[in-house]
């Protein structure tokens, strides 16, 4: 905390009061839709296309960053990046993503972006991008945005109805903008990814990360490894990718014999729950399956790591899902499945604090309980986190809706989610089924 502090006031603030390295060198870009961002707070905007296919490094350096650039050299600040700006007027030792989100890079490579005009382009040094939203699973928790097999959901059984507080409309269409190009179809800004990376991302890139959709049903993840095995030796660049492990078997094994061609690779993959209750909340799962797909992983020298979503139905297995990984650890080592835990926020109705405070109580002190041997510190931090939210915090975020309605949808979602996906509330949550039944 004191360093980042010192990092804020003695570097970032020297340069401009409202600096941030992320502006210049890192972005989320879904190439499905053909969106990007700076970090994932700002909001996302339209690359121009006609004008991505003469230059590709403008998947990145659109005239709405340059214009933001231009702001933070000046020390205005980019209206976008509210998110910071609200923390750090709480007062002058408070910390936002700017100071972390800056201080992964070099103070040579902070100064060299403050001194550089600021409609010159930039190459990037950590990007994500996703190629598509193909993917086998339609998580309760994600949306047609991110998932073909959602998209089949609501093309299949129409709309969900009646729910008041999905107010990003997740649910009520099936959010085309999110795909501009079909499958087979050739997608400029996939192109323009590409002639990027032969050109410059490969050597100016620290990390990739690539997430989706699902990226190993992408044929664009398959093509990137490739490069990957033609050109022994001619990037250092770190790889990661989000995924489900509920692919095909030969997918798997591809992966696992790519790993050879790759400087380095590391798996983040989502689970907060176990058996049924695992596979009711991530719906297309097989929990065994993934199971034994992440220790395969672990066998072929992939780094991996365990996100977990941290939602209302998760809570009664969640113990038994950090104490199943780190009884594995004494295999398989500290390193096996790094657990971090996401709270959800949106939808806010499946956030955790819909429950009633006896159930998260029951969670905390299960948590409280586990044997920690095995979990390294900052992953005991992270759990402290979590313990005290679940003992604190009343409402999922400023703006949601009153507890009342935010259950009319967590009962009126689940009714229909259980009848389009063949599921069975009280059998995957015998726990919540009492209080599920009052609602
Ligand atoms: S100032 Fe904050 S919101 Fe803006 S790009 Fe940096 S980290 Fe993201």
Same mark, same amino acid.
């Given at each position: 905390m004191?360093?980042?502090?010192?990092?804020?006031?003695?570097?970032?603030?020297?340069?401009?009061?409202? *600096?941030?390295?992320?502006? !210049?060198?890192?972005?989320?870009? !879904?190439l499905g839709s053909g969106m990007t961002t700076s970090c994932h707070h700002p909001p996302?905007?339209?690359?121009?296309?006609?004008?991505?296919?003469?230059?590709?490094?403008?998947?990145?350096?659109?005239?709405?960053?340059?214009?933001?650039?231009?702001?933070?050299?000046?020390?205005?600040r980019p209206g976008g990046c509210e998110y910071c700006w609200k923390l750090e007027d709480m007062g002058p030792n408070y910390i936002s993503d700017r100071v972390y989100k800056s201080k992964i890079y070099t103070q040579e490579e902070l100064k060299d972006a403050f001194n550089t005009p600021a409609d010159q382009d930039i190459d990037l040094i950590t990007l994500?991008?996703?190629?598509?939203?193909?993917?086998?699973f339609a998580c309760s928790y994600c949306n047609p945005a991110f998932s073909s097999t959602w998209v089949k959901d609501l093309k299949n059984n129409g709309t969900y109805t009646d729910l008041v507080s999905d107010g990003r409309n997740h649910f009520t269409h099936t959010h085309d903008s999110a795909q501009l190009y079909k499958f087979g179809e050739t997608n400029p800004y996939v192109e323009a990814f590409f002639k990027w990376w032969d050109s410059d991302l490969h050597r100016t890139l620290r990390e990739l990360r690539i997430t989706g959709g699902e990226p190993i049903m992408?044929?664009?993840?398959w093509r990137l490894f490739d490069w990957f095995k033609d050109?022994?030796?001619?990037?250092q660049t770190k790889l990661a990718i989000n995924s489900n492990l509920g692919g095909k078997a030969e997918l798997i094994d591809r992966l696992v014999d790519c790993r050879k061609h790759l400087p380095s690779l590391d798996v983040y993959t989502s689970m907060e729950a176990t058996g049924y209750s695992a596979e009711y909340i991530r719906d297309g799962l097989d929990f065994e399956l993934w199971w034994n797909n992440i220790q395969k992983l672990h066998h072929a020298d992939i780094s991996t790591h365990c996100m977990m979503t941290i939602n209302a139905l998760c809570l009664p297995t969640l113990p038994n899902m950090i104490q199943k990984i780190?009884?594995?650890r004494n295999e398989f080592g500290k390193d096996f499945a790094t657990m971090s835990y996401n709270i959800?926020?949106?939808?806010? *109705?499946?956030?955790?604090?819909?429950?009633?405070?006896?159930?998260?109580?029951?969670?905390?002190?299960?948590?409280?309980? %586990?044997? %920690?041997?095995?979990?390294?510190? !900052?992953?005991?931090?992270?759990?402290?986190?979590?313990?005290?939210?679940?003992?604190?915090?009343?409402?999922?975020?400023?703006?949601?809706?009153?507890?009342?309605?935010?259950?009319?949808?967590?009962?009126? *979602?689940?009714?229909?989610?259980?009848?389009?996906r063949n599921h069975t509330f009280a059998k995957a949550f015998p726990e919540l089924e009492e209080w599920y039944q009052t609602l």
């Open positions: 004191q360093t980042d502090l010192i990092f804020k006031h003695q570097i970032l603030e020297k340069l401009s009061p409202s *600096f941030c390295g992320a502006k !210049w060198y890192n972005a989320t870009i !879904w996302a905007h339209l690359v121009d296309i006609e004008q991505v296919k003469q230059n590709p490094k403008l998947l990145h350096n659109t005239p709405e960053k340059k214009e933001q650039r231009r702001q933070m050299q000046c020390g205005e994500e991008i996703a190629f598509d939203r193909t993917c086998n992408s044929a664009e993840l050109n022994v030796d001619k990037s780190l009884d594995k959800l926020r949106f939808p806010s *109705f499946q956030s955790c604090l819909v429950l009633p405070q006896h159930i998260k109580d029951a969670c905390v002190a299960r948590l409280q309980q %586990l044997d %920690l041997t095995n979990m390294q510190d !900052w992953e005991h931090g992270q759990l402290e986190r979590l313990i005290e939210y679940l003992q604190v915090v009343e409402t999922p975020h400023s703006e949601s809706f009153e507890m009342p309605k935010l259950h009319n949808d967590f009962k009126r *979602f689940y009714t229909q989610y259980d009848v389009r």
